[in-house]
């Protein structure tokens, strides 16, 4: 039932910036965490960042490789949740997913299982 859109892709310099959106249908912001993962060809999926459930920006998490350089937020009364990418490098080069998971009050975290997901974006950022 839960649908999710991700937009916001495109082709990008390194050091340029790209918001992502992800577009949430049949999700309550309230209660869902969500995640952004990305995966580039030949490589695993990997953890990006995630926003806790709730009514106002609360937890987040980032991975290693793109904190600091990265801010998730989300906008409830929108039904969406963003991913500011700054400084952005070949190494961001992946499609980019983001996924809901049923988990109110608690941090998200990244190694729930996350049984919603978008069809995800093209970000590819030339050196």
């Known amino acids: 039932q839960p649908q999710l859109v991700e937009s916001g892709g495109g082709l990008v310099q390194a050091g340029g910036s790209l918001r992502l959106s992800c577009a949430a249908s049949?999700?309550?912001?309230?209660?869902?965490?969500i995640g952004w993962f990305r995966q580039a060809p030949g490589k695993e999926r990997e953890a990006v960042s995630c926003?806790?459930?709730?009514?106002?920006?609360?937890?987040?998490s980032y991975g290693h490789s793109v904190k600091g350089r990265f801010t998730i937020s989300k906008d409830n009364s929108k039904d969406t949740v963003y991913l500011q990418m700054n400084s952005l490098m070949s190494e961001d080069t992946a499609v980019y997913y983001c996924?809901?998971?049923?988990?109110?009050?608690?941090?998200?975290?990244?190694?729930?299982?996350?049984?919603?997901w978008g069809r995800g974006t093209q970000v590819t950022v030339s050196s």
């Open positions: 996924a809901a998971v049923y988990r109110p009050n608690i941090p998200c975290v990244f190694s729930v299982n996350y049984p919603n």
């Open positions: 049949r999700v309550n912001l309230d209660y869902y965490a």
């Open positions: 926003i806790s459930a709730g009514a106002s920006g609360g937890s987040v």
